[in-house]
């Protein structure tokens, strides 16, 4: 069965650079810098094409030079960038490293009490895949055949079960590298309970979290952010091959549940 070993788990200063450092580390990537680049790229390919229309040396080879360059440079400043958020990430994270043994014998309080915190692996090559507490207890086990999402508690009891309705767009893959269903349906004891919409974009999954057995607060989750009206109630890291759910306890429903466990 599914274990979580202790490197899974996440110190307290972890904890803390992700949810408050990690966000103004990365950031989204801003129109101004993608419109600047399609102004380039648009350019270039214009050219191009005015290049192969004349025809005539050295039109063609230029044209084709330009376009190339204009293909390298987008290379260069993305993937140059997500180098530099990589690098910048993990020296946030080796700073509140070095700097936790200095808290010891402080009255700090608890920056998280009332928050809730999940661990689930974030790629699994096994049939069946464990969701825990930080601490290593396992709550539920998840299984997944085709486009249904089986969700057990730790006495092998149903607890949920997630049904793909609606498949991932055709784009998603070239967007995001991977393919989510825009829409799943949340079942407990065969009942709805929730309705999930995922909405693919340039900065990513947008996703819509809304309740449908009860008149509970409706979720988004966008940027790796959760939030309820415009609040930011919690996050989800990816962090050494694992997904971490970190959120406050009275928003841990059966919709944002079946959106962790499902998520790719």
């Keep these: 069965m599914p274990k979580v070993t202790e490197q899974d788990r996440l110190t307290q200063a972890e904890r803390l650079a992700l949810y408050y450092v ?137 607890a949920l079960e997630v049904v793909e309705e609606k498949g991932p767009p055709s784009f998603a893959l070239f967007l995001q590298g991977r393919a989510e269903p825009r829409q799943v349906r949340v079942f407990r004891d065969g009942r709805p309970v929730a309705l999930i919409r995922r909405r693919p974009g340039i900065y990513g999954t947008t996703a819509r979290i809304q309740p449908l057995d009860t008149p509970g607060p409706v979720l988004v989750v966008a940027g790796g952010g959760i939030y309820q009206g415009g609040r930011l109630v919690g996050r989800v890291y990816r962090l050494r091959s694992q997904l971490y759910l970190d959120v406050e306890d009275e928003m841990l429903g059966d919709g944002l549940l079946g959106w962790f466990l499902t998520l790719q």
Excluded: K
């Design 22 to 158: 990690a966000p103004r580390v990365a950031g989204p990537l801003t129109v101004a810098l993608l419109a600047a680049y399609g102004v380039v790229f648009l350019e270039a390919l214009l050219f191009c094409a005015y290049g192969l229309w004349r025809g005539e040396s050295p039109w063609p080879l230029a044209g084709v030079g330009a376009l190339g360059g204009a293909v390298a440079l987008g290379v260069v400043i993305f993937v140059g960038r997500a180098v530099c958020v990589e690098v910048r990430f993990r020296r946030a994270l080796r700073t509140a490293r070095r700097e936790e043994s200095a808290w010891d014998g402080m009255e700090l309080g608890d920056p998280f009490e009332g928050r809730r915190l999940l661990c689930r692996p974030a790629r699994s090559a096994e049939d069946v895949y464990g969701c825990a507490t930080n601490e290593g207890e396992i709550l539920y086990y998840v299984s997944r055949d085709h486009g249904r999402w089986q969700v057990r508690d730790a006495r092998d009891a149903p």
